[in-house]
DNA sequence: CAGCGTTGTGCAAATATGTTATAACGATAG
DNA sequence: CTATCGTTATAACATATTTGCACAACGCTG
């Protein structure tokens, strides 16, 4: 058995920010594409495109700037106000699966 | 802007435990009845009894004995092991949230 | 032995999720 | 100036999952 844990923010009650939302920007920032990004990450185009849109609005900024056409067909990329926000999500999520730990085997280890 | 998080157990991957099965069994054992438990916590039937059978089934041992006719129809109880479970689950949860409300304030409080 | 309220299951409807197809875009190559 | 390319973005379709409803079985009670 295991503990298991999830931590996100949400603006009125609904998320915008999650390990998930978090694995989509770090692929976009390697990648430069949300379509790549998506693939590498096994998640369809439509729903980390929605993550984004959704995410987008909730906070009423811009995460992600995107092109299309041009060069290589187009492409995206993180804005500034995105990374901060990654970097702050990273800071709490910090800690907490090491406390969690500890403190399962506190509670589960021993007795039984 | 909040952060919530969501613990809980699994086993080989597959979850057992969590808030809502958490809450399913308070109800279960206020109102000594799997359907009015449901009821009560907005989860239909079929999900609440879905609920219960993995459990039960990945634990390998019963956690809700239920009893089909007799007096008012019958009913459902929690088993000890599941009270102690619960017991468990809770000292697991206990303090992450406070923890995370903390941390939550530091990294997001002052600069933004 | 009929009535009651429960557990438990089967099936259809509704909802959520995933997949595929296609249009628009704009720098570049020819 | 036109065709090509890979991307963003949306629409239409297909598939899983969840939910709702109906109904049988159960066993105590009056």
Do not use: C
């Not at 998506?38 to 987008?56: F, G, H, P, V």
């Not at 067909?73 to 500034?80: E, F, I, R």
């Not at 990654?86 to 085997?105: A, R, S």
């Amino acid at each position: 058995m295991q503990v298991r844990s999830k931590i996100w923010l949400a603006v009125d009650g609904e998320p915008v920010f999650g390990s998930g939302r978090e694995a989509l920007f770090k692929a976009i920032d390697r990648l430069g594409s949300i379509n790549k990004a998506a693939k590498d990450i096994n998640l369809s185009y439509r729903k980390a495109l929605s993550y984004i849109q959704t995410m987008e609005q909730r906070l009423g900024e811009q995460l992600v700037e995107r092109k299309t056409g041009g060069l290589h067909g187009g492409g995206a990329h993180l804005t500034k106000e995105a990374k901060e926000f990654m970097k702050k999500y990273e800071q709490l999520e910090e800690g907490i699966n090491e406390m969690l730990d500890k403190k399962f085997q506190d509670v589960f280890g021993k007795g039984n």
